[in-house]
């Protein structure tokens, strides 16, 4: 526990720690679907498909800015965020 605070102490203010395996396949394309999209905000969730991770994604990383519909086929490059995974870009299989 001691070691846990040691390294806690050296973390700038608002910084986690995470335990977790680092994510796999950030980067590559991936496939999912739309679970989420506020329209008022322009944002949404995926649900990875192969993984079953939420995805956040905001309309200025959809390819021609397409509003997508909740349940929509995507295919989209994942990476890390500061607030957790988000996708780089995304674009709708099924129009």
């Given at each position: 526990?001691?070691?846990?605070e040691e390294?806690?102490?050296?973390?700038?203010?608002?910084?986690?720690?995470s335990f977790?395996?680092?994510?796999?396949n950030?980067?590559?394309?991936?496939?999912g679907?739309?679970?989420?999209?506020n329209?008022?905000?322009?944002?949404?969730?995926?649900?990875?498909?192969t993984?079953?991770?939420e995805?956040?994604?905001?309309?200025?990383?959809?390819?021609?800015?397409?509003?997508p519909?909740?349940?929509a086929?995507i295919k989209?490059?994942c990476e890390?965020?500061?607030?957790?995974?988000?996708?780089?870009?995304?674009?709708?299989?099924?129009?």
């Open positions: 526990m001691e070691k846990l390294v806690k102490s050296t973390l700038p203010p608002g910084k986690r720690i977790e395996e680092p994510l796999k950030t980067g590559m394309i991936r496939f679907t739309v679970t989420k999209y329209g008022e905000r322009g944002f949404g969730f995926i649900k990875d498909n993984e079953g991770n995805v956040f994604f905001h309309i200025t990383r959809v390819v021609g800015r397409v509003v519909q909740v349940g086929r989209y490059v890390v965020g500061e607030k957790g995974l988000k996708a780089a870009k995304v674009w709708l299989l099924n129009r």
